[in-house]
């Protein structure tokens, strides 16, 4: 059953380039990996999804190694209303879905 | 487009009692999951329905929570007897494809105190 392990707390400042690595050694094949972030009393929102190499989309990348045992996500030029709880997700095999701790990325003026 | 409606926001309850919340997922949603967020941590997977059946349970603590979703479409997760670590966020999602693999959109919780 794959674990993810992801830091449990990050700090940056507006503009600046974040990148948050989740670790997955145990992924199985069939498993993709999804990032999803959360505000307070808020369910948790979709920001990516990939299985291998690199993905983009409007407000993050997603890079994968080719081993897929971690991925990182990668947010341009944060501002304060990026502070929030970020969680990596590693699923789709046997429908299992194991969520990591999240990280809490704060976000300086 | 409506969201994932979750019903009630907020409940209090003494350890024993028993407890139910209510999910409408987004419509035409074929999938539907509850999970439990204690505070502080990621959410856990209780069960996965796609469509009226259940795909997966296997996290679910059937001695006393219980799930349906009645004709695919709304769903009632119940807690009978309540433990003091029942207290959490129960959240439901729901997803248009596949279970495990698609988007899920989340609905906002209802946050369960057991005292």
């Known amino acids: 059953l794959a674990k993810t392990t992801q830091p449990i707390s990050m700090d940056s400042y507006e503009g600046q380039e974040v990148n948050i690595t989740c670790s997955h050694n145990n992924i199985a094949t069939n498993d993709y990996i999804t990032w999803y972030q959360q505000f307070p009393s808020q369910g948790p929102r979709f920001i990516i999804q990939?299985?291998?190499?690199?993905v983009t989309n409007e407000v993050a990348s997603l890079f994968i190694p080719a081993d897929r045992k971690s991925s990182t996500l990668s947010l341009p030029r944060v501002s304060l209303s990026d502070t929030a709880v970020y969680y990596c997700l590693v699923g789709g095999s046997n429908y299992q879905l194991i969520w990591g701790a999240g990280t809490k990325l704060i976000i300086k003026p | 487009e409506a969201g994932v409606a979750q019903s009630p926001r907020y409940k209090i309850i003494e350890k024993r009692q028993s407890v139910a919340f209510w999910c409408n997922p987004i419509s035409g949603h074929a999938t539907l999951y509850w999970y439990q967020q204690i505070l502080g941590q990621g959410p856990k997977l209780l069960i996965q329905?796609?469509?009226?059946?259940?795909?997966?349970d296997s996290q679910l603590p059937k001695d006393r929570f219980s799930a349906e979703r009645l004709k695919g479409v709304d769903s009632t997760l119940k807690i009978q007897p309540a433990k003091l670590e029942d207290s959490a966020v129960y959240l439901c999602a729901s997803s248009p494809g596949p279970p495990s693999t698609d988007t899920q959109y989340f609905g906002p919780g209802t946050r369960l105190t057991v005292l």
């Open positions: 329905f796609q469509n009226n059946g259940v795909v997966d």
């Open positions: 990939g299985y291998k190499t690199k």
